[in-house]
């Protein structure tokens, strides 16, 4: 049978990024900043990245026997990555929507883009930042808007007590503090 005809992993052509959690009704709330970054990342790509593996891939197939030729491999291998990438963030940025959180400086309620101090039953504090699905960075103290511990804080508001539910029952969160960003 011939090359042409055989199927290639399937998981090298899904849409979605591994570990990016699902959207709820479609929505994918994210700041500008997260925005600006995404948009750069897929202009890279576009830009950058994919045009210099076609050159590589172009080379390496003029080079002759292509089935054992690990230049023209790799390449295309990484042609279908950057292009999974391409798509994912392409879709990704239509569905944005851009949320700016300093519309909300100077209140005491949780909304998306809010930095919260909260402690939990054992008394240990927690600072936490709320963002996108697409920027939320776990090391640097942010989480995802659709998060346990976000949708638990969400809406809530200074001295407030909100339960979060876990595997072997509940915690309770005192919300201490709530900062947004300064305008500007």
Not at 145 to 173: F, T, Y
């Amino acid at each position: 049978m011939s090359k042409a005809f055989t199927r290639e992993d399937t998981s090298a052509d899904d849409d979605e990024t591994p570990n990016t959690a699902p959207l709820p009704s479609g929505k994918n709330y994210i700041t500008q900043n997260g925005y600006d970054r995404l948009r750069h990342e897929l202009m890279a790509l576009i830009d950058e990245e994919r045009p210099r593996i076609v050159e590589v891939v172009h080379w390496a197939a003029s080079n002759g026997d292509r089935s054992e030729n690990g230049d023209y491999l790799y390449g295309k291998k990484r042609l279908r990555e950057i292009d999974r990438r391409i798509r994912f963030l392409t879709k990704r940025l239509e569905i944005a929507e851009i949320v700016t959180p300093s519309v909300h400086h100077g209140r005491d309620q949780v909304f998306f883009g809010a930095t919260v101090i909260y402690t939990d039953r054992r008394g240990i504090e927690t600072t936490v930042t709320i963002l996108g699905v697409d920027e939320a960075d776990s090391a640097a103290q942010q989480i995802s808007w659709v998060s346990p511990v976000a949708r638990a804080l969400l809406k809530s508001r200074v001295g407030d007590v909100v339960r979060l539910p876990l595997p072997d029952g509940w915690d309770e969160l005192e919300v201490l503090a709530v900062r947004y960003p300064a305008a500007g």
